[in-house]
């Protein structure tokens, strides 16, 4: 029996009267370059770790853009399951045969299972699992982006960003914080409010905080320092999904991301740096969300719009200081079977 409703109904994401609660339980296991005696800790190796991470997810989709970044591709092979999901698992659908070729198997359910037979919370994506014995080891989505950075240094490609530097670090954690608690988080606490105030008051958090980041992104290119950062890969991936999901599905709509010029100008920056909207599938985002709640879109109706080829348009971003990978390099072609299917070009 699953510890929470929203683990067992397929499509029930809100419980009414109640706010929105994350269950952020996770397997908090750590992939580390030296691991203690007793730690709860496994070590790094190149080729056994594979990351299971929908493009469809904005948490997983974290993960893809670090690893893309980072020049992670060989240490750690990629999983991609489908956009859709029921209240069992998400799966590998796809895949041939609806296998994940390398654990072969067609639920990820089945990886958390290995880790713990009786595991009763949520199969989440990303979900980073050991190949040598088919189990999670980690679904610990914060920690496990910043373990990329720090604790994989060894198998950084040449060029590679510091996403994370050391002496930043601690204005980056305090801005992740708030982007996490009013916009990330806060999306998903307006759509699955089960009352009117606790939809209210989440909707007055999270565009106070954009209206924040629209001020704090004025005159700077980037969130902390002068160069892209981990706070800023966690920001991008709720602001690209803004307008065809939250504005309208989860009715965050005092103001499209479109009529907010400095977080949309700078969301078109990211977008346009290579490991960043090459990551995106536009059409997986809308299925997964207009699909999978069905509290909220009981017909399942997937809207057509908005075009996505506006993120292609200029953003004159440039003209502020700042370049995009600091003294590095950017990433080199996304790698075969890794581009997405649908991904937005002009005409």
């Known amino acids: 029996m699953a510890e929470r409703p929203e683990h067992s109904k397929g499509g029930v994401y809100s419980r009414k009267g109640e706010e929105f609660d994350r269950d952020t339980r996770y397997i908090a296991t750590r992939v580390k370059r030296t691991v203690d005696d007793g730690e709860d800790a496994v070590p790094v190796e190149p080729g ?11 948490w997983a989709n974290r993960t ?19 956009p859709t999901h029921d209240a069992d698992s998400w799966t590998f659908d796809l895949d041939p045969g ?14 958390y299972l290995k880790r713990d037979p009786h595991y009763s919370r949520g199969i989440t994506v ?3 699992v050991d190949v040598t014995t088919g189990a999670v ?3 610990d989505y914060a920690q496990m982006t910043l373990d990329f950075s720090t604790e994989w240094t060894e198998h950084h490609r040449p060029g590679a960003p510091d996403l994370y530097p050391e002496g930043l670090r601690e204005e980056i954690d305090e ?59 966690r920001l991008f991936t709720t602001l690209v999904r803004f307008d065809a999901v939250y504005h309208g599905h989860f009715k965050c709509n005092r103001s499209k991301l479109t009529e907010m010029p400095v977080l949309w100008a700078y969301a078109r920056d990211l977008f346009q740096t290579p490991g960043f ?7 997986q985002i809308k ?34 200081d700042g370049s995009p990978f600091g003294e590095g390099t950017p990433p080199g072609r996304v790698r075969n079977g890794e581009r997405s299917p649908n991904p937005v070009e002009l005409a």
């Open 98 to 111: 609806e296998v994940d070729p390398v654990l072969g198997i067609h639920r990820l359910k089945d990886a």
């Open 175 to 233: 801005v992740m914080a708030r982007i996490y608690h009013d916009v990330n988080n806060g999306v998903y606490r307006c759509g699955f409010a089960g009352s009117q105030e606790a939809y209210e008051a989440a909707y007055l958090r999270l565009f106070e905080a954009l209206d924040w980041l629209e001020d704090r992104l004025r005159l700077q290119r980037y969130l902390v320092g002068d160069s892209i950062t981990e706070a800023d890969v």
């Open 126 to 128: 990303p979900a980073l």
């Open 48 to 58: 056994r770790y594979r990351l299971i991470a929908a493009r469809a997810c904005p």
């Open 287 to 320: 299925r997964h969300y207009y699909i999978v709640h069905t509290d909220l879109n009981p017909n399942q109706i997937v809207p057509k719009g908005p075009d996505p080829v506006e993120w292609l348009s200029p953003h004159d971003r440039e003209k502020l």
């Open 64 to 82: 893809i853009i670090v690893r893309r970044l980072l020049g992670l591709e060989d240490a750690i092979s990629l999983g991609l399951p489908g």
């Open 137 to 139: 080891v980690t679904n």
């Open 277 to 283: 909207g090459d990551t995106i599938d536009f059409e």
